[in-house]
């Protein structure tokens, strides 16, 4: 039987403008049709918008999130993201999201993707510095430690970031909320000045003043996409 995310009716069949194999990946998490705020996202983030999915746990952000950075990074093979979690609790549930789906696909399609903290051993820090995956996880206190502070070895990612992903913007607030603030105006800059123009996807749970919050925190004018409570 077709597998509605919870949300929102049906916004439609997957799409035919995927290839077969992300399709096939999509259905092999039980999912065959997506919600209306999923397709607004995709759909927006395709238009090159910077968006904001705002829906209650459940009703399929990490989804959105996961097909939004498949449909670009891994069909093209070219671009690199940068996820925020706000510990590395959400590190851990993105980056088993992310395998779950790769396992599911063959080499060629898989999303490559690491987690840069401080438990990264320096070994592998220096691999993807040198290297970047498609998908750089991380936290706040290491893109401020690890990352912005040596943006010179990041050259590489920085030339080609198309996405930067915050998940659970909700968790951000007060003095948590102004230091990623501030990260994310430096992120910014650095990308601007290695040439690109990346956009910013977020993801949170309700929140009454999403569109002021959302703009505070990446200084970008974000489209706030509802899902339904």
Known sequence: ASVVLPGQPPGGALSSCWPAWLVAATQAQGITHLATHQV??????????????MASTG??????????LYQSLAVQQRGHALCLCPNKLG????????????????????????????DTPGTQRRTIKQAPPRLVLTTPEMLHAGILAY??????????????????????????????AHLLRRVQRL?????????????????????QVAQELTGQACTVVTGAA
Request: proline letters at 3%.
């Open 40 to 53: 607004q996202t995709l759909d927006l983030l395709r238009q090159g918008r910077h968006v904001c999915l």
């Open 91 to 118: 590190e851990v549930a993105q980056s088993s999201a992310v395998e779950t789906w790769n396992a599911a696909l063959t080499p060629e399609h898989r999303l490559s993707m690491a987690i840069y903290d401080g």
């Open 151 to 180: 943006h010179g070895g990041w050259r590489a990612f920085f030339q080609a970031l198309r996405y930067v992903v915050l998940a659970g913007v909700h968790l951000y607030d007060s003095a948590l909320g102004t230091h990623l």
């Open 59 to 68: 009703a399929g952000r990490g989804v959105g999130r996961l097909l939004a």
């Open 191 to 211: 990308a601007v000045h290695y040439g690109a123009q990346p956009q910013y996807l977020l993801t949170s749970a309700p929140l009454a003043n999403m569109a």
